[in-house]
Nanobody, 115 residues
Framework: QVQFVESGGGLVQPGGSLTLSCATSGFVFSNTDMRWVRQPPGKALEWVADILSAGINVGYADSVKGRFTISRDNAKSTLFLQMDNLNSEDTAVYYC????????RGQGTQVTVSS
């Protein structure tokens, strides 16, 4: 079955960086457009970034544009999110999922930005 295992979150100071990973299985990753989403505390799920199957970036939410970079390793069926210049508004649980909107996610990884 489809599985997503997100990792790499943690506590970071404002201005810091983190790289999230999402190990996937149960589908043909190399043929699949992928997405990062996040859920801030007490708020709804929000879109972060998409990437096409061939590794071409599709787009970023305005709130992360210029600071976050989505990438993928099709040989390892793994999705990444490089996050730089983090601020408190980036505090959230981050999930990887399908870019076509299917509501399938892993357990997520918590990112907390605080001094």
């Amino acid at each position: 079955q489809v599985q997503f295992v997100e990792s790499g979150g943690g506590l970071v100071q404002p201005g810091g960086s983190l790289t999230l990973s999402c190990a996937t299985s149960g589908f043909v990753f190399s043929n699949t457009d992928m997405r990062w989403v996040r859920q801030p505390p007490g708020k709804a799920l929000e879109w972060v970034a998409d990437i096409l199957s061939a590794g071409i970036n599709v787009g970023y939410a305005d709130s992360v544009k210029g600071r976050f970079t989505i990438s993928r390793d099709n040989a390892k069926s793994t999705l990444f999110l490089q996050m730089d210049n983090l601020n408190s508004e980036d505090t959230a649980v981050y999930y990887c999922t399908f870019a076509d909107g299917r509501d399938l996610r892993g357990q997520g990884t918590q990112v907390t930005v605080s001094s």
